[in-house]
């Protein structure tokens, strides 16, 4: 079972490029939410969907665009780089039933640099 | 609004038993998660606490209050693999869909 695929797993940018982090899960799940971690603070959700054709805003959205086009799929778009969005990204997916997120199966990360 | 403190850093033995606390700056959490996450890796679930008490799974148990706004984790027999950050996250009062997370505790695990 893959999980929850993400790549690249690293990628160095410059400041103003644009690039798309990918995200892919095979375990049907209808959530899935992209957050950054930073050292010395929590996890920072970004963007997260609910279903095929849903997606919303998290804590920290600017600067960055989604789409849910499919329930596998749903890419990241950095619209021009800049050094502050320089992190690792994460991820996560999971069995949405309304209650809360549930369980959150993580990607294995990417960690992107903006100079 | 809503925040989770942890502490930044401890440090135990191994065998010893560790209790890791996780508390809200308010109230209103509908629950509260748990995740471990290995230096340079994902974040794996732990547990999930929606009632008050304790919920013992294995080594790992996990104990709620809400409406002191507390909860903790706590680690038994200690080995050198618990090295870790362990991380708390509570849902976020006006949207179930997102994840407010405390910023997690590294824990030093020394022989």
């Known amino acids: 079972n893959a999980g929850v695929t993400q790549t690249p797993k690293f990628q160095v940018l410059k400041t103003g490029q644009s690039m798309t982090l990918q995200c892919a899960q095979d375990?049907?799940?209808?959530?899935m939410s992209w957050y950054r971690q930073d050292p010395g603070m929590g996890l920072r959700l970004i963007h997260y969907?609910?279903?095929?054709?849903?997606?919303d805003q998290g804590e920290v959205p600017n600067g960055y665009n989604v789409s849910r086009s499919t329930t596998e799929d749903f890419p990241l778009r950095l619209l021009s780089a800049a050094p502050s969005q320089t992190s690792v990204y994460f991820c996560?997916?999971?069995?949405?039933?309304?209650?809360?997120?549930?369980?959150?199966?993580f990607g294995e990360g990417s960690r992107l640099t903006v100079l | 609004g809503q925040n989770i403190d942890q502490p930044t850093e401890m440090t135990a033995t191994e065998g010893a038993i560790v209790q890791i606390n996780c508390t809200y700056q308010?109230?209103?959490?509908?629950?509260l998660f748990w995740y471990q996450q290995h230096a340079g890796e994902a974040p794996t679930f732990l547990s999930y606490?929606?009632l008050d008490g304790l919920e013992e799974k294995g080594r790992f148990s996990s104990f709620l209050s809400r409406s002191k706004g507390y909860s903790y984790l706590l680690l038994k027999e200690l080995q050198m693999k618990d090295s870790a950050s362990y991380l708390c996250?509570?849902?976020?009062?006006?949207?179930?869909?997102?994840?407010?997370w405390g910023a997690g505790t590294k824990l030093i695990i020394k022989p």
């Open positions: 996560a997916s999971s069995f949405y039933r309304g209650a809360n997120t549930g369980e959150l199966f």
């Open positions: 375990m049907n799940h209808e959530y």
């Open positions: 969907s609910v279903g095929a054709g849903i997606t």
């Open positions: 308010t109230s209103g959490f509908n629950g």
């Open positions: 606490n929606v």
């Open positions: 996250a509570g849902p976020r009062r006006d949207s179930n869909y997102q994840l407010i």
